[in-house]
Nanobody, 116 residues
Framework: QVHLVESGGGLVQAGGSLRLSCAAS????????MGWFRRTPGKGREFVAG????????SYTDSVKGRFTIFRDNALNTVYLQMNSLNSEDTTAYYC?????????WGQGTQVTISS
């Protein structure tokens, strides 16, 4: 089992940037992927970005391509989401996730609010 702790959310003006962090602890040897979902009314949680832990390319939902970048630091067991050109539609709670031995684990979420 892996414990995920998120940070980096907050309030930022439209057009600004934030960087979210998600640090994993516990059993991390069997981690296959880490990434981010976000809460969307009427859709529950929708996929934002994900990255394989041991290699491979990242994937993104279309609405964030060119604005968001996901990257990892394997030594720190941490995944990041760099969010640029933020707009009001990005205002929601963001949730880190990881897949461990076929089981999906979730962080508690961090709130991102964009002011205009």
């Amino acid at each position: 089992q892996v414990h995920l702790v998120e940070s980096g959310g907050g309030l930022v003006q439209a057009g600004g940037s934030l960087r979210l962090s998600c640090a994993a602890s516990g059993r991390t040897f069997d981690t296959s992927v880490m990434g981010w979902f976000r809460r969307t009314p009427g859709k529950g949680r929708e996929f934002v970005a994900g990255i394989p832990w041991s290699g491979g390319t990242a994937s993104y939902t279309d609405s964030v391509k060119g604005r968001f970048t996901i990257f990892r630091d394997n030594a720190l067991n941490t995944v990041y989401l760099q969010m640029n050109s933020l707009n009001s539609e990005d205002t929601t709670a963001y949730y880190c996730y990881t897949d461990v031995l076929g089981v999906r684990c979730w962080g508690q979420g961090t709130q991102v609010t964009i002011s205009s």
